[in-house]
């Protein structure tokens, strides 16, 4: 057990699903796994393990921002000897070409936060997924004719919607990176993945826009969501 998570070891899968949300947790918990059992409810960040396809899962909520990300999955690699954790969210786009309900994956993330420093002593700003992962959650998506996009992440300590200036924020990045969506918790999973050398995707839903400030409902995200959980879990049961 940690202070944040009272699962017994055994409780918890070699392979997580992480939404953000931990009412989504539940969710895809008794929609979508078979058995599913509650495994931690410290702080309401509720993880569930149970079976799909057979295969035995746990989803485990994250919460907000790169500080929660970093504490969840730093814990679940590190002491209950997680190996692949396929992060399930949601994004705004910066790319014009990017609508709304679009799936996309993750192929690199960039942050200006400190993160990295200040767990590790390092100045690390770009980290990037899980190759192998990746490969598999792209040839799921091919058998299911799913279009994903693959993008590169601005992983933001601040809800880009409350920007003071977004163009300041946008001007910090390298001229010649080209970021397509932003979101807030990237860099933690990935970054403490390549800490226990262990594995870590991101899928990504796009609810909002730059570019016109078009959002989706809830009702709406239900459905784009529904298609992605679809999409991690099937690829989860090809992990060896």
């Not at 954790?85 to 014009?96: M, N, Q, T, W």
């Not at 016109?212 to 709406?220: K, L």
């Amino acid at each position: 057990m940690t202070p944040h998570n009272e699962a017994k070891k055994e409780d918890i899968a070699k392979i997580v699903l992480m939404p953000g949300d931990p009412l989504r947790a539940k969710y895809i918990a008794e929609n979508f796994l078979e058995n599913p059992r509650l495994v931690n409810s410290v702080r309401n960040m509720y993880g569930y393990t149970g079976t799909y396809k057979g295969k035995e899962i746990t989803v485990f909520a994250h919460g907000m921002g790169i500080p929660s990300m970093g504490i969840y999955s730093y814990e679940l690699f590190k002491f209950y000897d997680v190996e692949n954790v396929i992060r399930i969210g949601s994004c705004g786009a910066y790319d014009p070409d990017l609508k709304l309900l679009d799936t996309v994956l993750v192929r690199s993330s960039y942050t200006i936060s400190t993160y990295a420093k200040a767990l590790n002593n390092d100045d690390c700003k770009f980290v990037y997924p899980s190759e192998e992962l990746n490969n598999l959650l792209i040839k799921t998506a091919e058998e299911k004719n799913m279009p994903l996009p693959i993008v590169n992440c601005f992983c933001t300590d601040v809800f880009d919607k409350y920007v003071t200036n977004l163009d300041d924020l946008l001007a910090n990045p390298p001229r010649d990176l080209v970021l397509q969506v932003a979101e807030m918790e990237t860099f933690a999973l990935f970054y403490n993945a390549k800490l226990f050398n262990r594995k870590a995707s991101c899928l990504l839903s796009v609810v909002d826009t730059i570019h016109n400030g078009d959002s989706v409902s809830p009702e709406e995200r239900e459905t784009a969501l529904h298609d992605m959980i679809s999409l991690a879990l099937d690829t989860a049961i090809k992990i060896d």
